[in-house]
Nanobody, 125 residues
């Protein structure tokens, strides 16, 4: 079972990036999918999540209105569209999958069973 995140890069403040995370080895159609990030010297923090059906999405306050998470279950892939990027968004971004159904569990790293390797996003001022 593997999650492969890609799409990171270098962008100027105000720009956009789209991250993708492709799953292989099993179907994640019944799993919630999420994105977390970790900036240098900081802990891993929740960014966004989508439930198993794609009907509900969850966002950290810091990215609401700027980031959009979506999933394509047929492709076993989750996306994170990031607009109006700020230098504070600079971090390694990780995708994750977990059998999550309780509202509060989407925000917790320990709720996710599978993790991707991370992709670096750098936003310059």
């Amino acid at each position: 079972v593997q999650l492969q995140a890609y799409g990171g890069g270098f962008v100027q403040a105000g720009g956009s990036l789209r991250l993708s995370c492709a799953a292989s080895g099993r179907s994640f159609s019944t799993y919630a999918l999420g994105w977390f990030r970790q900036a240098p010297g900081k802990g891993r923090e929740f960014v966004a999540a989508v439930n198993w059906s794609g009907s509900n999405t969850y966002y950290a306050d810091s990215v609401k209105g700027r980031f959009t998470i979506s999933r394509d279950s047929a492709k076993n892939t989750v996306y994170l569209q990031m607009n109006s990027l700020e230098p504070e968004d600079t971090a390694v971004y990780y995708c994750a999958a977990g059998a999550i159904f309780a509202y509060r569990d989407y925000y917790n790293t320990r709720s996710y069973e599978y993790w991707g390797q991370g992709t670096l996003v750098t936003v310059s001022s």
